[in-house]
C-alpha cells in the first residue's frame, strides 16, 4: 500500500484508539517500519496530546524509528 492509499480508520471517520495502532504496528519488521511510522504520524496527527492513541502512537512511532535502524543481523550494532 502506497502512503497515498486509504488507511482503513484513518478514512473511516471514526475515532482513533490505542488498538488500532497496535494492529498497524504489531508486526512490523526493520524492512517496513519507516513505513508504517508514517502511517502512525498520519493516524495520530490531529488527536490531542493527552489523547491515549496519540501517546501511544508516538511511543510505537519511536520505537519503530529505532527498528528501522535494526538490521536483523547479529553483531550489526554498535561494540560493546
Known amino acids: 500500500m502506497s502512503e497515498t492509499e486509504h488507511i482503513g480508520v484513518l478514512d473511516s471517520g471514526q475515532k482513533v484508539t ?14 517496513f517500519a519507516q513505513q508504517v511510522r508514517v502511517r502512525v504520524g498520519r493516524l495520530i496527527e490531529g488527536l490531542d496530546a493527552k489523547d491515549p492513541a496519540r501517546i501511544f502512537g508516538e511511543r510505537e512511532m519511536a520505537r519503530l524509528e529505532d527498528l528501522a535502524h535494526h538490521s536483523g543481523q547479529p553483531g550489526a550494532g554498535p561494540a560493546h
Open 18 to 31: 490505542p488498538e488500532d495502532i497496535r494492529e498497524l504496528t504489531g508486526a512490523v519488521t526493520p524492512h
